[in-house]
């Protein structure tokens, strides 16, 4: 529990340093615009749409009589557009990150500054890491389709397709959503994809905490926008906490101090 109130913190941390450094939180909304323009027609599209998706996804039902029809359908029209949103918040992060990836790598690398000590760098080229930034989220992209098609399928379940699916997909949203905030800290300190998910999936209610606020505020298409700038700062402080980087040294040791001193006592062993 504690660890979940902590990712909220985290999250609220990211908000108040945007807030304190306005000309940051300004370009950061830029790319996060663009991106909602484009979603929000395809959205709009998609939901006119849903009624036919769902009655050409069960014909079975077809023949059903009322009021059974109405509620079976309705259901899975509700399912249907909680999975759209799924898919829309989860590549919205991932496709805004890819748009306006030097800048919140810079905004990163600020946080880091402003916290203090040296600003971690991969040692890749800018092209490189764009390069494995798009193809994290070509594999991104997949685990949310498969996710996707999982849950669109188990939301045929009477009862529990309508209540609890819903609900974990909820919490999946959140999970990606903190995974592909996190990335950028964490590629510019050389650690890549199957590492991070290793190292949030430790600390899993922390990376839940940070996500699932942030998942039911970027349901409101301005509010992810405005957000978008401080959720990658309060990504780059939980990852100064993943990576060990917020814990204070003993008695104003510093760390290459630390590992000379340890060295030495090697040395003379």
Same mark, same amino acid.
């Given at each position: #529990?504690?660890?979940?109130? @902590?990712?909220?913190?985290?999250? #609220?941390?990211?908000?108040?340093?945007?807030?304190?450094?306005?000309?940051?939180?300004?370009?950061? #909304?830029?790319?996060?615009?663009?991106?909602?323009?484009?979603?929000?027609?395809? *959205?709009?599209?998609?939901? *006119?749409?849903? %009624?036919?998706?769902?009655?050409?996804?069960? =014909?079975?039902?077809? %023949?059903?009589?009322? =009021?059974?029809?109405?509620?079976?359908?309705?259901?899975?029209?509700?399912?249907?557009?909680?999975? !759209?949103?799924?898919?829309?918040?989860?590549?919205?992060?991932?496709?805004?990150?890819?748009?306006?990836?030097? /800048?919140?790598?810079?905004?990163?690398?600020?946080?880091?500054?402003?916290?203090?000590?040296?600003?971690?760098?991969?040692? #890749?080229?800018?092209?490189?890491?764009?390069?494995?930034?798009?193809?994290?989220?070509?594999?991104?992209?997949?685990?949310? $389709?498969?996710?996707?098609?999982?849950? /669109?399928?188990?939301?045929?379940?009477?009862?529990?397709?309508?209540?609890?699916?819903?609900?974990?997909?909820? !919490?999946?949203?959140?999970?990606?959503?903190?995974?592909?905030? $996190?990335?950028?800290? *964490?590629?510019?300190?050389?650690?890549?994809?199957?590492?991070?998910?290793?190292?949030?999936? @430790?600390?899993?209610?922390?990376?839940?905490?940070?996500?699932? =606020? *942030?998942?039911?505020?970027?349901?409101?298409?301005?509010?992810?926008?405005?957000?978008?700038?401080?959720?990658?700062?309060?990504? $780059?402080?939980?990852?100064?906490?993943?990576?060990?980087?917020?814990?204070?040294? =003993?008695?104003?040791? $510093?760390?290459?101090?630390?590992?000379?001193?340890?060295?030495?006592?090697? %040395?003379?062993?």
């Amino acid at each position: #529990m504690r660890d979940l109130v @902590s990712g909220f913190g985290y999250l #609220m941390k990211g908000q108040r340093w945007v807030a304190r450094h306005g000309r940051w939180w300004g370009f950061g #909304m830029i790319p996060a615009l663009i991106t909602l323009v484009g979603y929000a027609a395809a *959205l709009v599209a998609l939901f *006119l749409w849903t %009624d036919d998706v769902i009655a050409w996804a069960t =014909p079975f039902a077809d %023949d059903w009589s009322s =009021p059974w029809l109405g509620i079976f359908r309705g259901a899975l029209s509700i399912l249907f557009a909680a999975i !759209c949103l799924f898919l829309a918040i989860i590549t919205f992060t991932a496709v805004t990150l890819l748009v306006g990836q030097p /800048f919140y790598e810079s905004l990163s690398e600020e946080v880091d500054r402003s916290e203090g000590g040296a600003v971690p760098e991969s040692g #890749m080229s800018v092209w490189a890491e764009v390069w494995i930034g798009l193809r994290e989220a070509i594999v991104l992209l997949i685990r949310v $389709t498969l996710w996707s098609v999982l849950f /669109f399928a188990l939301g045929f379940i009477p009862g529990v397709g309508q209540t609890v699916i819903p609900a974990l997909a909820f !919490c999946v949203t959140a999970f990606f959503l903190t995974e592909e905030l $996190t990335s950028i800290a *964490l590629l510019r300190r050389g650690i890549l994809l199957t590492e991070r998910r290793r190292m949030l999936r @430790s600390r899993r209610l922390l990376s839940l905490g940070f996500g699932i =606020p *942030l998942s039911v505020l970027f349901l409101l298409p301005l509010i992810a926008v405005f957000l978008m700038p401080g959720a990658v700062a309060g990504a $780059t402080l939980l990852v100064r906490e993943l990576t060990g980087e917020d814990e204070p040294a =003993p008695q104003s040791e $510093t760390a290459a101090g630390a590992l000379n001193g340890a060295n030495g006592v090697n %040395d003379g062993s």
